[in-house]
């Protein structure tokens, strides 16, 4: 993020502060500028390895040093109009909400792993048992195609017994 964009944001913070006799209509202004300085830095520490001149360093380190007397001026504004401590109350709110976020994001990423493994165990589970079930057909099955070849031959044994015996007799089926 562009220094200078901070630098006009801590100014029109600034005179927001000046004009506004509630803290809420400054609230947009300091969330912009605390979202913008956080941009600043991702953005300074992903380029800490790029460019190196002399130039660029200087215009780097000068801008970084207005923005952080501006914002320590914006702090002071701060406090004169709404009372000493209300920029240290305000960050120490923000940083501790920035924890309380990243603690729910933790938990809810543990939370979501213990619901997969759970799901995943459900499944497995299932899994076996629809396995056993089919195994449990397949030796039914075999079992009962036993039987009938079985019954089969049995009863193809007792009708060429019948049929020698009637055949014996003299009458044919």
Known sequence: MDPITIGAALVGAKKLIEMSSDIKD?????????????????????????????????????????????????????????????????????????????????????????????????WDKVLYWVGEFGKLLLVLGFRELLICQTMKSVCTTKLFEKRSVLEKIGTTI
């Open 26 to 122: 400054v609230a947009s202004a300091l969330d912009n500028i605390f979202s913008l300085t956080k941009k600043a830095e991702k953005a300074k520490k992903a380029a800490a390895a790029g460019d190196s001149s002399y130039k660029s360093v200087i215009a780097d380190v000068v801008t970084e040093r207005n923005n952080q007397t501006l914002l320590r001026n914006l702090s002071i504004d701060v406090d004169d109009k709404y009372g000493f401590g209300t920029w240290a109350a305000i960050q120490a709110e923000h940083d501790r909400r920035i924890v309380v976020d990243e603690e729910n994001k933790i938990k809810a990423t543990k939370e979501l792993r213990a619901k997969r493994k759970a799901d995943k165990e459900f």
